[in-house]
C-alpha cells in the first residue's frame, strides 16, 4: 500500500499547486475580474464529470461481455464520483453566471448539457437502488449505462441546435482571451482534478472490494449456522 | 438474425404483435385509461391555462408534446407488467428466435397505440385550446410518427427495464424523460416551425435530427434489449 500513500500525497500536492496557480499566480480576468477565477474549477469539474461518464459506459459494455463484478463495481464507483463532479460543474456554473451574466441560470448550452448529464446519471444511481439482487443490478445499471452514454452527444447536440434558434438574452460572457498564465492554470487545475478523480476511484473500489467480501463472509456464515440446526 | 434452426423471426414478431392487438382488444387494459386521460389533459390544459383571452398557440407545440408523452408513459409502461403478472416473459424467451423479436413486436403495438391515441388526442388539443391548425399536413404527420417513434423505441426499452426493479412501471418515466430529452427538443422545435413560430425554415433540420435519433435507439436497444430479458 506504500505506493497508494505516495499516490495521495502526490494528488494532494498537485491539487495545491493548482490552487495556488488558480487563486495568486493567474492575473484577474479584465472583464469579470476576480469572479472568473471560478472557471479553473469549473472546467476542471465537468471535465472529470464528462472523462468518469466514459469510464462507466466501458466499465458497462466490459461488465456485459465478462460479467464479473469487478467491472460493475468499476461502473458504480466512478458514476458515483461522476455525479460529485457534474454537480459542481453545475453549480460552479450557476455562480459564475450569476457574475458573468447577473443571472443564477441561464439556460445556455454547455450548461444545459451539463444538467441533463446530472439528471441521467442520478437517475442512474436511483435505479441501482431499486434493484436488490446483485447480478440484475448490474446488469440492468450496464444497460442504462450504455443508453445515457449514448445520448450525451444527442443531448450536446440537439440542445446547441435548440439554443440557437432561441434569442440569446445574455451574450456569453466576452470571449475569455487566455494569457498563458491562466492557461497553465487551467491545465494545473484539469491535471490534479483527474488525478483527484483517479485516488477516489481506487478508494471507491477497494470499499466497493471489502463490502463484497463482507457479504461474502455473512452468506458463508448463514449458510454454516443454518446448517446446524 | 435467429439461430440454426430457429422458427422465423419476423414470424414471431407478428404472432406478438397479433397476441397484444387481441389481448388489447379483449381487456382494454392501456389504450381505454390512455385515451380517457387525454380527454382528462386536454380539460385540465384548458382550466389551468386559457385564461379569458390568452393565446395558448406560443406554448402550443410544448403542450402537445409534454401531454402526449405522459399519456404515453400510462400504455407504454405496462408493455411488460401485464407479462410480468402472467410469469408468460419465460414463455416468450423460450422462443428459438432472435430475443429481439420481443422488443420489435412490444415497439410495434406501442406505436400502433400510440398512434390510434394520437389520432384523437391531437386533433381534440387543437380543437378544445382554441388554436388553429396551419401547419402542412404530410410533414405535420411525419413530425407525429417519428416523435411518437423515438417515444416508442426508448419507452419500450426502459418499460422492460422498469419491470425488473422494485419500482416497477413508476420508475419509466423517471429513467425515460432524461434520455428523451433531444426527442422533446427535436419534436416540439419541429411542431413550432411547422406553425408558423419562429424560423418557418427549421423544420426539415428538426426531422432529420429526429429520424436520427429515432434510427439511433432502435438500433441501441436492439443490442441491449437481450441483457434486460435475462431474468
Do not use: C
Request: net charge neutral; proline share 5%.
Amino acid at each position: 500500500m506504500r505506493w497508494r500513500t505516495a499516490f495521495t500525497w502526490l494528488v494532494f500536492l498537485s491539487v495545491e499547486i493548482s490552487l495556488f496557480l488558480a487563486f495568486l499566480y493567474a492575473p484577474p480576468d479584465v472583464v469579470l475580474g476576480e469572479t472568473q477565477r471560478i472557471f479553473y474549477f469549473h472546467v476542471a469539474s465537468a471535465w472529470n464529470g464528462l472523462l468518469a461518464f466514459t469510464v462507466v459506459f466501458v466499465a458497462a459494455v466490459a461488465y456485459l461481455m465478462k460479467r464479473t463484478p469487478e467491472w460493475d463495481r468499476l461502473a458504480l464507483a466512478s458514476t458515483e464520483i461522476g455525479v460529485v463532479f457534474i454537480t459542481m460543474g453545475v453549480v460552479t456554473g450557476s455562480i459564475w453566471a450569476r457574475f458573468a451574466w447577473g443571472v443564477w441560470w441561464e439556460w445556455e448550452p454547455r450548461l444545459t448539457s451539463s444538467f441533463v448529464l446530472w439528471l441521467m446519471y442520478v437517475t442512474l444511481l436511483v435505479l441501482r437502488n431499486l434493484v436488490e439482487d446483485p447480478d440484475r443490478r448490474a446488469r440492468l445499471s450496464a444497460v442504462f449505462g450504455i443508453v445515457a452514454f449514448v445520448d450525451v452527444p444527442v443531448v450536446f447536440m440537439s440542445i446547441r441546435w435548440w439554443r440557437s434558434v432561441h434569442p440569446v438574452v445574455v451574450e456569453a460572457g466576452g470571449k475569455l482571451n487566455l494569457e498563458p498564465p491562466m492557461v497553465l492554470a487551467l491545465v494545473a487545475s484539469v491535471i490534479s482534478f483527474t488525478l483527484l478523480y483517479l485516488l477516489l476511484l481506487m478508494e471507491r473500489l477497494t470499499i466497493s472490494k471489502l463490502e463484497a467480501d463482507l457479504a461474502d463472509i455473512k452468506r458463508t456464515w448463514k449458510e454454516r449456522t443454518s446448517g446446524v440446526e | 438474425m435467429g439461430a440454426a434452426g430457429a422458427v422465423g423471426w419476423w414470424p414471431q414478431v407478428s404472432a406478438l404483435l397479433w397476441k397484444e392487438l387481441r389481448s388489447e382488444s379483449r381487456t382494454h387494459d392501456s389504450f381505454t385509461p390512455m385515451l380517457v386521460f387525454a380527454f382528462t389533459v386536454v380539460t385540465v390544459f384548458g382550466f389551468g391555462l386559457k385564461l379569458a383571452g390568452v393565446s395558448l398557440r406560443p406554448v402550443f407545440p410544448g403542450l402537445i408534446w409534454i401531454s402526449t408523452y405522459f399519456i404515453g408513459f400510462l400504455g407504454i409502461g405496462r408493455s411488460f407488467a401485464g407479462e410480468k403478472a402472467q410469469d408468460t416473459l419465460a414463455g416468450l424467451r423460450l422462443v428459438p428466435a432472435d430475443p429481439s423479436y420481443i422488443y420489435v413486436g412490444k415497439l410495434l403495438s406501442n406505436l400502433l397505440f400510440l398512434s390510434a391515441l394520437e389520432a384523437v388526442s391531437i386533433p381534440l388539443q387543437f380543437a378544445l385550446l382554441g388554436v388553429e391548425f396551419t401547419a402542412p399536413l404530410l410533414p405535420f404527420a411525419g413530425v407525429v410518427i417519428l416523435g411518437t417513434t423515438g417515444f416508442a423505441a426508448v419507452g419500450t426499452l426502459l418499460s422492460g427495464l422498469a419491470t425488473h426493479t422494485r419500482a416497477g412501471e413508476i420508475l419509466l418515466p423517471v429513467l425515460a424523460f432524461p434520455v428523451l430529452i433531444p426527442a422533446i427538443i427535436g419534436a416540439v422545435q419541429a411542431t413550432a416551425s411547422l406553425l408558423g413560430l419562429g424560423n418557418a425554415l427549421d423544420w426539415p433540420k428538426w426531422i432529420g435530427m429526429l429520424a436520427a435519433y429515432d434510427v439511433l435507439f432502435v438500433a441501441v436497444s436492439l443490442v441491449v434489449f437481450d441483457f434486460i430479458m435475462e431474468s
